[in-house]
Structure formats: structure tokens, C-alpha cells
């Protein structure tokens, strides 16, 4: 079974690991461990794009060492390292089908409390959230999601701690594959629109560059659903650019 064995191994583990006293993972050696694994998630993240068959083997590979070492930061205290390494390994988990052990990952992190004033939001919370409303978009709650990402872009939009103007464009972007999943086309339209409007207000970084590429293609989906070919057909062409 393609998930059933690799998952019932990483159990044995995890039961394993959770004998020894949490203590361990305050000593400075386990510091070093799960913050090179941590490390290596992060280089795992950015070689997927361009040499994906090495990336996802070594993810493979590696995927009960990298969730030990992720337990080991959330025992650390380390929260903002501890969902951004989760964001990594789901990634991984995802493309895998293993999504029982996305899920639970999820859960080690979903517990973790930030605390910020103003109603604000730190880039930590901002991964979890829209961690937790592309699960919900993928199990088809369409709704739930874009309950989250309306909820988040609120939170992004008055600043606080982290107020990331390509997060904002990230989850307009959210909004509209919510939106068009419930068979709203033209709202999902105006939203993709919204943030291509405020993607070409940053620097024209590589991730800027692919995010609003992808959003062009986005935008000519749903233009095409709603019988817009010609306008469509432009957009396919500006996200090949």
C-alpha cells in the first residue's frame, strides 16, 4: 500500500519517541537537530521546484526524521520555526497522498498560541491559518475556506506584526479558488483581479513573478467558465509570459 505502510512505521516511531522525557529536546544537541532539519525542509521547499524526482526522494527518504525533529521544535518553544517547518513537510505529505499525517501535523501545530496585540497576526499564524483553509479548500469545504481566508486577509490588512502585502495577495487568491469552487465565477474574478492589481505593486521578485502567472491562469479559468474566450484566451497568454 502506497501510504499505509510508510504511515504505520512513522507511528511505531512516534510512539518510541514520545517515551523519552520531553526534556531532551532543550538539551544543546537536540537544538542542533531539528534546526538541521529544519534547515533541510527549507532546502527541500526550494529544490521541489526545479528538481522535484530528487527533492520528493529525499523528503521520502527523510520524512520520519524531518516530523521527530519537528516535535522536537514545538517541545523547543520555537513556534515560528515549528509552523513554518510544518508548512514544509506538508507540502511533501501532500504531493505523497499522506494526507492522515498532513492532517496530523497539522494538529501538533494547531494548539500553539500567539500571542499579538491589535488584532494582528505574526507570519506564523498566517502559515497555519492558510494551512488550515487549503486542507478545507482540498476536502472540498469550499465555504469553511473561504470563511479562513476572508478571516486572514482581515488580520493581514491591519498590519500588526505581519503585514506582508504579497501574504494579501496569496490569500485574494485563496478567496477566489473558494469563490470559484462554489460556482462563483464573477466574484472569483474581481478577487484574482484584486490581487494581480496588488502584485504589480511589488518588486517583481521570482515568487511574485510565478504567483501572478499562476493568478493570470486562474482569472482565465473562470473567464472561460463564464463563456469569455477572448478575454480568457489573453490571460492564458499573459500568464505564459
Known amino acids: ?83 513554518d517547518f510544518a508548512s514544509r513537510i506538508n507540502r511533501f505529505l501532500d504531493y505523497f497522498g499522506r494526507w492522515r499525517e498532513r492532517d496530523e501535523v497539522n494538529k501538533e501545530v494547531g494548539s500553539l498560541k500567539f500571542e499579538v496585540g491589535s488584532g494582528g497576526i505574526t507570519k506564523a499564524e498566517y502559515l497555519r491559518e492558510t494551512q488550515r483553509g487549503q486542507v478545507l479548500l482540498q476536502q472540498g469545504r469550499a465555504g469553511e475556506a473561504e470563511r479562513v481566508f476572508r478571516a486572514l486577509l482581515a488580520r493581514l490588512e491591519r498590519g500588526a506584526v505581519y503585514d506582508s502585502r504579497y501574504a494579501q495577495t496569496l490569500i485574494l487568491r485563496n478567496i477566489g479558488r473558494a469563490l470559484g469552487a462554489q460556482g462563483k465565477p464573477s466574484s472569483a474574478a474581481e478577487h484574482y483581479r484584486a490581487a494581480l492589481k496588488l502584485a504589480g505593486t511589488l518588486e517583481p521578485t521570482k515568487n511574485v513573478r510565478r504567483q501572478m502567472s499562476a493568478c493570470h491562469t486562474d482569472l482565465a479559468n473562470v473567464l472561460r467558465d463564464m463563456g469569455q474566450y477572448a478575454e480568457a484566451e489573453a490571460e492564458y497568454n499573459t500568464s505564459l509570459v
Open 1 to 83: 500500500h502506497p501510504t499505509l505502510v510508510p504511515y504505520l512505521r512513522q507511528s511505531n516511531q512516534q510512539t518510541a519517541v514520545s517515551d523519552q522525557p520531553s526534556a531532551i529536546s532543550q538539551s544543546p544537541l537536540a537544538i542542533r537537530y531539528w534546526q538541521s532539519y529544519y534547515a533541510f525542509a527549507n532546502f527541500l521547499y526550494q529544490t521541489d521546484s526545479q528538481h522535484p524526482m530528487i527533492a520528493r526522494a529525499l523528503a521520502m527518504r527523510e520524512m520520519p526524521n524531518l516530523r521527530r525533529a519537528l516535535r522536537m521544535a514545538i517541545e523547543a518553544g520555537a513556534m515560528d520555526e515549528a509552523v
